[in-house]
């Protein structure tokens, strides 16, 4: 039908599709993926979604009109000479399978969202039951659920792992008091905004990533006109990198109850300022009287909760304290903690207990003991706990964060390493405030206190 030379043509054009295909997407992925492999996949996906949510017991059984196709035999004379079948058609009530209906799938850099109109009884949990199956089902790294309306939920599924390899953090200084430390598992920045989310805890075991993102964080703050503060009871070795960029490090424990006590009469001065004012807090005072946001980074907390003799008691209970104080006081008053932590369990004494709950930001890196991961995520979404707990010890800088909102991410922080932190960190020492302009000591009268 063909003479040789059609077919050796049309071969040729075959083999350069197929080796333009390969190149394309080798080398601009991206592209490829948006005008090839999606559609393709939004097709496959839309034609075998009955079938994998009938799989993942996703559909309801409905009871429906259904015009169905009987055989009846025909017996009598007629069936003794040949075996006589007659059709019939019957408009009866079946049972049948009615998955929930797909809205308009998008594409993103990654993989894929797709909003899904929840059958009557669903709730979204029940597809976060069955993410992992979903996952299989539609050859995905991970599917989630991203957000959830009242019947109707969004799922987000991402083609491959994009935390194996996280792109520099672009060094160019973010909005105030806002760092990128990272990106999120859907591709998107990891955006840190202390104004929105004021105080972080950072938990993780050894070797997974902490400090690591404490670099990304300080070498963040490091251009912008904020104070650091700096309290690491581990001998200063984490934080002493930085210190031509902190207004102040304690690396001892008395020494860390007078900086707290300094913080928390800042506080107090500050507290009065907005009083004067009439304002609520220290953003809406005049721009000239507006104070110089504060952030403290604790390393390694369980230190400055741990009791070795009745002697350190009270300072830990005045450390206490005053942590507490600042946590419940600092938003208003531009004053915000970062938390570090390798274990942070509640045999550390209630005082731990009670600044968690306000610590709004949490990041789970890999941990070691289940009550470190419960007590860091435990009081949110149970799957951000069981997501913590399936970290690799392969993937430092990989975690689990959550912010005030409930909703939870995969990320993981951008390789920034020590020398990176304190190169931004003497860049900007001339933006370091000396402690003693930082903080206003000694009393200061509340103006209802002066009328009394
Ligand atoms: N985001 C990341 N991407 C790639 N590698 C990372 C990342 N974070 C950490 N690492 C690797 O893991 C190692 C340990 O990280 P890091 O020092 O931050 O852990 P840590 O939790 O602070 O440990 P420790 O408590 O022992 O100081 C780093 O030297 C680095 O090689």
Redesign the pocket.
Known sequence: MFDKATLIEALAVLVAVVAGGLAWRRFHPLSFWLCVGFPARAVWLYATWQHVASACKLTHKRRRWRVTLDSVPVLGAASREATAIVERRHLRRVEIEKAPRLGLIRPSQHGWRLPIRLNDGQIPDDFAKVAERLAHAWRAHAVRVLDSKPGKVVLIATRKDPLVT?PPVDPTPDDLLTVRP?VLENGRPWVIDFKTVPHWLFA??????????LNAIIRGLAPQPVALVGFDLKGGV?LTPYVVRMSALATTRSACVRLLDGLVSELTHRMADCREHGVRNVWRLPEELRPIPIVAVVDEVAELFLIADKAEKEEVAKTSVALLRIAQLGRAFGVYLIVCG?RIGSDLGPGVTALRSQLSGRVC?RVNDPETAAMTLGDMDPAALEAARAIPAET??VAIVAGSDGSWHRA????TTEADAEAAARANRHLTTPWAHLVRTGPRALPDDQAA
């Open positions: 996280v990272g993780g075991a050894t070797q997974s990533g902490k400090s690591t993102l984490e390798q890196h430092p800088g993981r922080s951008a390789l």
